[in-house]
């Protein structure tokens, strides 16, 4: 009966308590992490010294000695500008990028989406083939398609395609109508917003008023009806009464010889409208098939009961479906959106001036391989966690609360 | 029969379901006109999607140039492996393929029609190649078709065959198992899988420059086909086990459910967030700094995109080893490892945490260690509830592959490219990248099929309670 | 050595505390077991009845005072840690079968792996217990296909297949349908009687009064009333004990 022995109050020694050895294997892992990586680091600093690098980011203030044609202005960057610079212009492309393809995609995705789920068999087919297409092919491939296989293969500037808006299409880019503010924009926006702000307060109190006493007091209608009244009157008093120029003119693009002229409309270069393209295409096909299994994850159950309440089609789907299809949807749609972010880098492949293409020329010219991929991949993280944060507080919105 | 509560005896004449509601018309109507509105879409959407149907028709039938292909095949399948090696790939396919095929027979279920199609496609090409050069030259359509088309499926054919003469033998095989042995197939297919990683990777590779007969092709020169094949194969195979451990390093919790909660401006009070800090230690649960570290990896990779880390593989392994011996097919592998590693793991994370806590408890109350209850009851679990996401990422590995050529390596891609920037061969962008998208495509949508049949059999879910 | 054993009380509870987060789940609960005897506890749910017997195996860990089983204190001593698993049979509320495993291997799994059987000899035994819970010909099923009151018959075959001293029973009959309940009742009855250790958890009443040595009263996370089942039913002391009582009845 050894076991009688153990019968008094028994602390077993530590060496045998499982709380010692936990701590005891996880700080051998550390240690051996740790070794590992200083190793590593120290092996990579050897042989960047061997090869005359340090390791310091005082190379971030000398000059580039090339320039980047892409960017909000014409020629953003130039020959004399710094390293950091030419970082601070690919950083703003890629996030032109990132904001304009997340707002396409997610209406390519919606649109295709619900398309996916029509009652019209031809709009059906259509979007299943584009889906299946998207997917499974990779999307460097649709890229390059795309920038090889049609964009480069569009007329030159002169014998542009040209679609109604005018949209002109050609080998060097395209051209869109733009708006371009004046000088009366600003206190034009101010009035605006203040009248923005009255109609939404408009519309609270009617709503207010319309559940405390039951009567329908058309509350967003006279809300957005004001909006729009001191919208139109304030835009009316600048441009006609006050004899100034309109809070903003439609500038309509032109060619001038072979070029588009630099100073009308809005000219986007075809490597942009290749990354976006692609980009929208590629991942709207993934928010289609999210947005199709968010409407359908939402129980029939529930628009029963919700039409048996004697709720029309719309409410239904806005009070009751749409709700419930979004607290599906919104973690895939996530990853979907982070995809999107990452993906955007592979507009150095068709020539975008991105950050990481922006990087790969810097690191080709300073030869500072380690500081050039630390900033690169910190802003991606940056980019990605700031998308991520985003889209968690709007999760916390929608989720179910549970016991 | 209680006459009292029935007043109309049933008619003796059968009621006439009104025409329209079934047939062709009434198809017609429900499904493409049912509204004004609808009709306009159709018309609309019909006529921009005919267009564009028979323009690309148009292209197949009489603009497009396959030589591009036909005189770049070989080049395009297998890089610069040496020719007269070719059988090992051979060898190594029908493998692989007769290994799905089996896979097939045992999990899945053939269609009728996808028989057919396989089938009757089949024989079409062959039909064609044989007697496509007998046509004579009468028209241009027959010239076009001679010159262009009968010559890309000539080269198609053998390949074509095999893969399907390959499929079917092995779905065959698979279903006449599955009936003769359940278990013992199930079990045999899984570890013919196991066992063909070590034999596909040493049939390709070989082992020493002088070995008879399997002399050593090393990683530098594959390209083409076989290096997207190799390089996604590789990973799947080495990124699965790193992700399970990643996703094991995540898991296990703390377990704190009721907690007082913080007053307001808590983080005025260094006291508090000493609590705070506490509190959060203590929820990592009892292997704090492994969650740690495997939550940090995993954030890591998942954060950054795919290019980067090849571009930084490609440029820091060199200095950070010490030497240049790893070449970089070898680095690129390494780095799509270390980044696939990280989704699978949350894959696998969440396959995990569906499982109910019951499970591990029961487990643990029969007394059984860590290692074994995860071996038998929680992994198995978590990873069968999860096929469909782990197949998902595996054709995402698929396709990210096609991202070496970021770091010059020549997969299919990547050697289309260069056959691109010939001379001789400009302007045939069009061809070389319908057929590049083809290939991958034909793989992806097989895949993504296998997984949903799987998703559907039913073999991915458990009942947990009747 | 057996009557040493019979002496010695099966399991010891000194003063057992258990906290989770703020909440003081376990307020000092004092108890011993003799081998052999039914032990029944009842209480309101959050009592902190389950809690206390999910300590005696170590599924939850208690963070004052001293539990003892079988001789063997519970601490963090990696080297009984397992052990006294081996020597516990536990059966959970919601059955808790391995649901990608058959019936027959469910039952096999920890004799194999933890007691080193060999496989014919585990099977052998499984079949024998199954025979005992009457449900022999369910054995190559998988548990998604059989009834509630069977799946929890297999899990009771599946916790004594490792020939424990001791049997855990956490409310084992109250996710079962009513006509399910009196079969697993009757097996646990006929386990009682040949001389297992029990602890049960449970709320139904004529089971305790029929079968049980002693009945303990939970509330609160303290051990309230504690009695033999004719006193404790006939004749309740405490006034928590005679409210619970009055309600579980009035049904």
């Known amino acids: 009966m050894s076991r009688q022995t153990t019968q008094s109050i028994s602390i077993p020694p530590f060496w045998r308590d499982i709380r010692f050895l936990r701590v005891v294997v996880q700080l051998a892992f550390l240690i051996i992490t740790i070794f590992l990586f200083s190793w590593l680091f120290n092996n990579t600093q050897n042989g960047l010294k061997r090869a005359g690098l340090s390791l310091s980011f005082d190379f971030l203030d000398q000059q580039s000695s090339f320039q980047i044609d892409e960017g909000l202005s014409p020629s953003p960057h130039t020959r004399q500008d710094s390293f950091a610079h030419a970082f601070g212009i690919g950083f703003i492309n890629t996030l032109r990028v990132i904001f304009i393809g997340l707002i396409l995609t997610t209406i390519v995705g919606l649109v295709m989406g619900v398309a996916r789920l029509s009652t019209n068999w031809l709009i059906r087919q259509i979007a299943a083939v584009y889906v299946e297409i998207m997917q499974n092919t990779p999307l460097l491939l649709q890229l390059i398609f795309l920038y090889v296989g049609v964009i480069l293969l569009l007329p030159s500037v002169s014998q542009s395609v040209i679609l109604p808006g005018p949209i002109y299409l050609s080998v060097r880019g395209i051209a869109l109508p733009g708006l371009w503010s004046t000088a009366t924009t600003l206190p034009w926006l101010v009035i605006v917003g203040i009248g923005l702000v009255a109609g939404v307060i408009l519309w609270h109190r009617n709503r207010r008023l319309q559940l405390d006493t039951g009567r329908k007091t058309y509350g967003l209608e006279i809300g957005s009806l004001v909006f729009l009244a001191v919208a139109l009157i304030s835009w009316l008093g600048f441009s006609v009464l006050s004899q100034q120029a309109a809070p903003f003119i439609v500038s309509l693009p032109e060619i001038s010889g072979l070029r588009f002229d630099d100073s009308r409309g809005v000219i986007v270069s075809p490597e942009f409208v290749a990354i976006v393209a692609g980009l929208v295409l590629y991942t709207g096909a993934f928010i289609a098939e999210i947005v199709r299994a968010g409407i359908q994850s939402v129980p029939k159950g529930q628009w029963e009961a919700a039409r048996s309440q004697g709720f029309s089609y719309f409410q239904i789907l806005r009070l009751i479906v749409l709700p419930q299809a979004l607290r599906v949807m919104i973690p895939p749609l996530t990853n979907q959106y982070i995809n999107l972010i990452k993906n955007s880098s592979l507009g150095a492949i068709v020539g975008y001036s991105d950050l990481f293409g922006v990087s790969k020329t810097i690191q080709l010219q300073s030869g500072q391989a380690i500081q050039v991929v630390t900033i690169v991949m910190i802003s991606y993280l940056i980019l990605d966690l700031a998308a991520a944060a985003i889209m968690n507080i709007l999760n916390g919105r929608f989720q179910f609360k549970t016991r | 029969m209680p006459t009292s509560t029935s007043t109309t005896t049933p008619t003796a004449v059968p009621v006439q379901r009104p025409i329209a509601a079934a047939g062709p018309i009434h198809w017609l109507r429900n499904n493409l006109f049912r509204s004004w509105l609808d009709t306009l879409l159709t018309i609309f959407v019909g006529i921009v999607a005919v267009s564009l149907i028979s323009r690309f028709f148009q292209w197949i039938t009489s603009e497009a140039q396959w030589t591009v292909i036909t005189s770049n095949f070989r080049v395009l399948m297998q890089g610069l492996y040496p020719i007269d090696q070719g059988w090992r790939l051979v060898v190594a396919v029908i493998v692989i393929v007769a290994l799905a095929g089996i896979s097939w027979g045992i999990w899945g279920h053939m269609f009728t029609s996808t028989t057919i199609m396989l089938v009757v496609g089949t024989f079409s090409v062959l039909i064609v190649s044989i007697l496509g050069p007998t046509i004579s030259d009468s028209t241009d359509l027959a010239r076009y078709f001679r010159g262009e088309i009968v010559p890309l499926l000539e080269i198609l054919r053998v390949p074509i065959l095999i893969l399907v003469l390959c499929l079917l033998l092995g779905y065959a095989i698979g279903q006449i198992a599955i009936v003769l042995a359940p278990h013992g197939a199930q079990r045999g297919a899984i570890i013919g899988w196991l066992l063909s990683i070590p034999v596909v990777f040493l049939l390709v590779r070989g082992l020493a420059p002088d070995t008879p007969g399997l002399p050593l092709v090393p990683t530098s020169i594959w390209g083409g086909l076989l290096l997207t094949f190799m390089m996604a194969f590789v990973a799947i195979v080495s990124c699965f086990p790193l992700g399970i451990l990643l996703a094991l390093g995540r898991s296990p919790g703390g377990t704190s459910p009721r907690q007082a909660p913080l007053p307001a401006f808590w983080f005025i009070n260094f006291h508090q967030w000493y609590v705070v800090g506490t509190r959060w230690w203590r929820n990592l649960g009892p292997y704090p700094i492994f969650k740690l570290f495997c939550a940090l990896y995993i954030e890591f990779f998942r954060g950054v995109p795919l290019i980067t880390v090849f571009f930084t593989a490609n440029l820091l392994v060199p200095f950070a080893l010490g030497s240049t011996e790893l070449d970089s097919v070898v680095r690129a592998m390494i780095a799509l490892t270390l980044f696939e590693a990280a989704y699978i793991a949350e894959i696998v994370r969440g396959g995990l945490q569906a499982l109910p806590p019951g499970q591990l408890e029961a487990a643990k109350a029969l007394g059984l260690s860590p290692l074994h209850a995860t071996l038998f009851i929680t992994m198995p679990q978590a990873l069968r509830t999860v096929i469909p996401a782990l197949v998902g990422q595996f054709i995402t590995m698929f396709k990210d592959t096609s991202l070496v050529a970021v770091v010059g390596l020549l997969d299919l891609l990547g050697i289309a490219q260069g056959v691109l920037a010939q001379q001789q061969f400009a302007g045939r962008q069009r061809e070389m990248y319908v057929f590049v998208a083809l290939v991958f495509f034909i793989f992806s949508f097989g895949m993504s099929r296998a997984a949903q049949q799987l998703e559907r059999s039913g073999s991915g879910r458990l009942q947990f309670e009747r | ?251």
Request: aromatic share 6%; hydrophobic share 40%; charged share 20%.
């Open chain 3, 1 to 251: 050595m057996s009557e040493q054993q019979l002496q010695q009380p099966m399991i010891i509870a000194r003063d057992v505390h258990k906290w989770y987060g703020d909440f003081h789940a376990l307020r000092g609960i004092n108890l011993e077991v003799q081998a052999g005897e039914t032990v029944v506890i009842i209480g309101p749910s959050g009592s902190g009845k389950s809690t206390f017997i999910r300590t005696i195996n170590r599924l939850e860990e208690h963070e004052r005072g001293e539990i003892i089983v079988n001789g063997v204190t519970l601490s963090n001593d990696v080297r009984n840690i397992h052990d006294i698993r081996e020597e516990i049979g536990m059966v959970f509320q919601s059955f808790n079968l391995f649901p990608h495993l058959t019936v027959i291997q469910n039952i096999t799994l920890a004799p194999i792996w933890v007691r080193r059987w060999p496989k014919a000899k585990a099977e052998k035994v499984a079949l024998e217990l199954l025979e005992r819970v009457r449900i022999p010909e369910q054995a190559n099923k998988y548990p998604g296909q059989l009834s509630g009151g069977q799946q929890q018959r297999v899990a009771i075959a599946r916790a004594l297949a490792m020939q424990p001293k001791i049997m855990l029973f956490d409310e084992p009959t109250s996710a079962l349908d009513p006509e399910m309940i009196k079969e697993v009742l009757d097996v646990m009855r006929e386990l009682a009687q040949s001389g297992l250790t029990l602890i049960c958890v449970t709320h139904e009443m004529g089971f305790a009064h029929e079968v049980a040595n002693r009945v303990l009263f939970f509330d609160q996370g303290q051990i309230v009333e504690e009695g033999t089942p004719d006193h404790f039913f006939n004749n309740p002391q405490h006034e928590r004990t005679i409210e619970f009582l009055s309600q579980i009845l009035a049904h």
